[in-house]
């Protein structure tokens, strides 16, 4: 079963863009999961104050991640008046959700990475703190860690773990190649935000396209 990354950015959007791409990157966690799909927030950029951010990357897993995101993709409009000045005219903000290939073997050897198991948290009662079931592996020359714990299966965790790490490095990687992405994303807003695939309005961030 392949895994789907989506990108979602602010681009170089002021910090109202920031908020919204903080409660679209919300609302696409929650409509993955009602659909059974896996979700994970791999990486996020914090924005400017609390609550905002930059942009996030997600990975889904499941069968119908393909049209999951196929719904998402593209730029995204929200309606409301700036919570941040109060009194600003504008009303219309725009963010893009971009999906972004990444290799699927992992781009470093096992002496890059340093695997520990550590115990679950979560849902299970008692077998969860029992049981150092968990894994965090840690890719050495740049400090990025991976943390898997959805199974009880130390073995699958640590699978999923190496996969995530693979990705984030890739993602890094990836985003040293192409320092142009959120020029490249402002630029994409402009020319598309007549034609939004979604939009929310207001303080509840409610979608009414």
Known sequence: MSTVFLQISSGRGPIECAWVTARLTRVIVTDARKASLKVDVMETEKGPVSGTLMSALLSLEGEESESFANGYEGTIQWIGYSRFRPGHKRKNWFVGVQRISLPDTPPFTDKDVRVETMKATGPGGQHVNKTESAVRALHIPTGIIAVARDERSQ??????????????????????????RRERWQLHNELIRGNPVRVYKGKNFTRIF
């Open 155 to 180: 073995h699958t965790n640590r699978k999923r773990a190496l996969e995530r790490l693979a990705a984030l490095v890739a993602y890094h990687e990836r985003e040293i190649v192409e320092t142009a």
